[in-house]
């Protein structure tokens, strides 16, 4: 063990780090704790009592009881985000915050987005960004009736904002009606008060939302109401989260930094824990202008933006060390950060040239090009705040066309808007696919760590510590697992308390794993986060979780998840949690043989659920191309084994005619429905003779075994029975409308499986252009019973 570590230990309390806001803080978190030298304990507990109908799983309220592991000897000060507590909380009253605060009494503590006198607090200016957004929807957009969709009432973020709400709207000269404020939950599930709201104000014509994730819902009220948002109803949310910018349209929102929640939350900590002073730190916002409140000038994009104009006087240096900061997103610990500066800065340099030149030569525009892709090579990409990046791009557009220019040198800004737009779309896709394939592979060796539990069949002294080998894989260094000497029954409603004593089973310290001895293992609960960080010895921070099975809790563990895969946090905890209840069942005598059989079974069931999730089309219940492929693959593997070959392999295709135009005409939810109709006559015309999926979009295959010629012109006839049938039965303002081939090869149990696909895949191109001549592409066929 290491000496004495003269560290802070600051344990910051979360709800879940999968979502964007508690993910941010914890990012911001660990910045400040790695600059200040000090070890934080992530710990996301979920939400503190919460309501049981707001749970997404039965025993999710298992989470809160990391909440209770704290005591005035083992954390040094705590950060409370008071979002994981009172937000969701059974009251949405202070009631739940008090309860809470009276816990951690003895401890220092600072609240993030607090609501307590006498409490340090770390939040956002909830005012200039909303008066600056409701400015603009009424005097550039002319927004005659503006509502506004809050949180729960009582809470202390909900009522600034509502407040600024007030104000912006009396400082225009315009009545602050209670009437059009509704209060609801910080989720998407507000869509069904939204709704309502909207039937009963049809004259409504701007909403300002208390965040972003109920602005997303109102989208979808909107949409039911046949209102579309940009045009029909101008949309204002707060926190400019990531997905605001892939809306449809892009959401308008305040942009209060979340990761300056976190890191200033650590700073404010050590400075209350050193010097017993209270504060208040304020973290600024400001109006983020996107396409769901119709723009005006590149001006304004760019005040808005950054904070004021440009014009042919404007220093391109000093604007590039400002808005640098504002496009800057370090993915990599800074890493990079001097080369992509210069690159922008060169490229600021180059724009600059065309921005205020009237002759803009084609030297220039592929001088510009190339600045602009360098901002994009390998070692810069990943650190450059694509969303953030467009807005600069719109605005400096903008205010290229806003100065009259000539029409050659407008056909030259937007060719090169285009050619932009288009590489960035690249860049946005490639990310994607990298994040997409490392991903999978991450939940690939998840796979494999539940296949090595299966493999356990005697205990020894190093069975824990083998469960914990597999986590170097992920980058995971350090991993401490406490158990209790015997696992605690919790039900939703009980106050749990942990037990004084755990047993340290076994621990992964700097990359080296080992097994403590039995005399080795008992650790005080007020000893544990000082003995974990300790033993590590260097400045780290560790996210905590829960150990449990339902409504029993084995224990907790202690590790060091990189953040890049947070979003795996609660796979690596149920991996763990299983493990210890087989090897606990392991430990017991044979009458509890059974258990384990269970305990087993149950593993490896949700493993095939899960393979058997990533098979399955989500809309249509029917293979997805994967698991088609894959089950055609066992057919022809199976067929060997048959009595008597099959004489043919036929291959059907079917395709869901007219999709586009029941899409545009009655919107995709209507599609949506036309495709599972296909789905659904597709499946009864099969039956359980061969193997259907959905390659993608309105595309659907079938592949069979038949010995019978005819086959093919059977099923024909025996789908369209059954669309006559359904197009008989259906309200749908369309018909089902079905192109189907079906194409006979002699059988090979060798057939290559995907050339028989692309095969019969040009023979039903032809078939499709037939089926729709007369009529053009993507139209649908009104039905006639309506």
Do not use: W
């Not at 803080?25 to 009592?49: H, Q, T, W």
């Not at 393979?611 to 057919?635: A, Q």
């Not at 409308?737 to 002699?746: M, Q």
Request: glycine letters at 6%.
């Amino acid at each position: 063990m290491n000496g004495m570590n003269k560290r802070k230990n600051i344990a910051i309390l979360l709800g879940d780090i999968r979502d964007v806001y508690s993910n941010a803080v914890a990012k911001g978190a660990m910045k400040a704790a790695k600059e200040s030298d000090c070890n934080l304990l992530i710990v996301p507990g979920r939400y503190y009592r919460a309501r049981k109908e707001l749970l997404l799983g039965e025993y999710e309220y298992q989470y809160q009881s990391l909440f209770t592991y704290f005591t005035e000897n083992n954390v040094d000060v705590i950060i409370l985000c008071e979002g994981a507590i009172g937000i969701v909380s059974d009251s949405t009253d202070r009631n739940s915050l008090e309860i809470f605060r009276e816990r951690i009494k003895d401890i220092p503590f600072i609240t993030i987005s607090g609501d307590a006198p006498g409490i340090p607090d770390v939040r956002y200016d909830n005012k200039n960004g909303i008066i600056r957004g409701i400015t603009h929807m009424v005097r550039c957009q002319h927004c005659r009736k503006i509502a506004m969709v809050g949180g729960p009432a009582d809470n202390r973020d909900t009522r600034e904002r509502v407040s600024a709400y007030k104000e912006a709207l009396v400082s225009l000269g315009k009545e602050a009606d209670d009437d059009l404020i509704i209060y609801g939950e910080y989720t998407e599930r507000s869509e069904s008060l939204i709704y309502a709201f909207l039937k009963r104000h049809p004259d409504v014509d701007g909403m300002v939302f208390a965040n972003d994730r109920m602005a997303i819902g109102g989208y979808e009220a909107a949409a039911k109401c046949g209102r579309i948002v940009g045009r029909d109803i101008s949309f204002l949310g707060f926190d400019n989260i990531e997905k605001d910018s892939y809306m449809d349209p892009p959401l308008a929102s305040v942009d209060a930094d979340v990761l300056e929640l976190g890191y200033y939350a650590v700073k404010e900590a050590l400075r209350f824990e050193a010097s017993g002073k209270v504060t208040e730190k304020i973290i600024p916002s400001r109006f983020v202008p996107r396409e769901s409140i119709m723009l005006t000038g590149g001006q304004e994009l760019i005040e808005q933006a950054l904070g004021y104009g440009i014009d042919e006087d404007t220093d391109f240096e000093l604007l590039a060390d400002n808005s640098f900061e504002y496009i800057y997103a370090p993915q990599n610990d800074e890493i990079g950060k001097a080369n992509l500066y210069e690159c922008y800065r060169r490229f600021l340099f180059d724009l600059s040239a065309v921005v205020f030149s009237n002759n803009v030569s084609e030297e220039r525009i592929e001088v510009l090009k190339y600045s602009f892709r360098q901002l994009f090579t390998e070692d810069v990409r990943g650190d450059l705040d694509v969303t953030r990046f467009i807005i600069i791009l719109d605005a400096m557009e903008q205010i290229m066309l806003d100065n009259h220019p000539t029409d050659a040198k407008r056909d030259k800004i937007i060719r090169m808007s285009s050619y932009a737009y288009k590489y960035l779309s690249n860049v946005i896709s490639l990310r994607e696919n990298r994040k997409n394939y490392r991903l999978k592979k991450i939940q690939h060796e998840i796979y494999r760590i539940s296949a090595d539990l299966v493999g356990f069949h005697n205990v020894s002294d190093t069975t824990y510590a083998s469960v914990l080998s597999n986590f170097t894989r992920f980058g995971i260094n350090n991993c401490f697992l406490f158990l209790f000497e015997n696992p605690i029954r919790n039900e939703y409603a009980d106050h749990f308390k942990p037990d004084e004593i755990l047993y340290l089973k076994a621990a992964l310290n700097n990359g080296d794993l080992y097994s403590p001895s039995k005399r080795e293992q008992a650790v005080a609960l007020s000893d544990m986060f000082s003995f974990v960080f300790d033993e590590i010895g260097e400045c780290t921070h560790l996210i905590m979780l829960n150990l449990y099975i339902r409504n029993m809790i084995y224990g907790v563990i202690l590790c060091d998840i990189p953040y890049e895969i947070f979003s795996f946090y609660e796979s690596f905890n149920y991996q763990v949690s299983s493990a210890v209840r087989i090897i606990r069942l392991l430990e017991e005598n044979d009458e509890k043989g059974r258990q384990l059989k269970a305990s087993l079974d149950l593993l490896m069931q949700n493993n095939i659920q899960l393979e058997g999730i990533s098979k399955k089309d989500e809309l249509t219940g029917i293979n997805n191309r994967r698991g088609f492929l894959s089950d055609v693959e066992t057919m022809f593997a199976e067929s060997v084994k048959m009595k008597e070959e099959p004489k043919y392999v036929l291959v059907g295709y079917a395709d869901a005619d007219g999709l586009k135009g029941v899409n545009d005409t009655f919107g995709h939810d209507e599609g949506d429905s036309l495709i599972v109709a296909c789905a659904n006559v597709l499946k009864e015309t099969v039956e359980d003779r061969g193997v259907i999926g959905r390659m993608g979009g309105d595309e659907f295959a079938a592949m069979l075994f038949t010995s019978d010629e005819q086959l093919g012109e059977q099923l024909k006839e025996r789908m369209e029975s059954l669309i006559d049938s359904y197009n008989g039965k259906s309200e749908k303002p369309y018909k089902l409308s079905v192109s189907f081939g079906t194409f006979l090869f002699p059988y090979a149990s060798d057939l290559k499986i995907l050339g028989l696909l692309e095969s019969a895949d040009k023979q039903m191109y032809r078939i499709k252009e037939n089926h729709r001549a007369g009529r053009r592409r993507g139209d649908f066929l009104p039905n006639d019973v309506n």
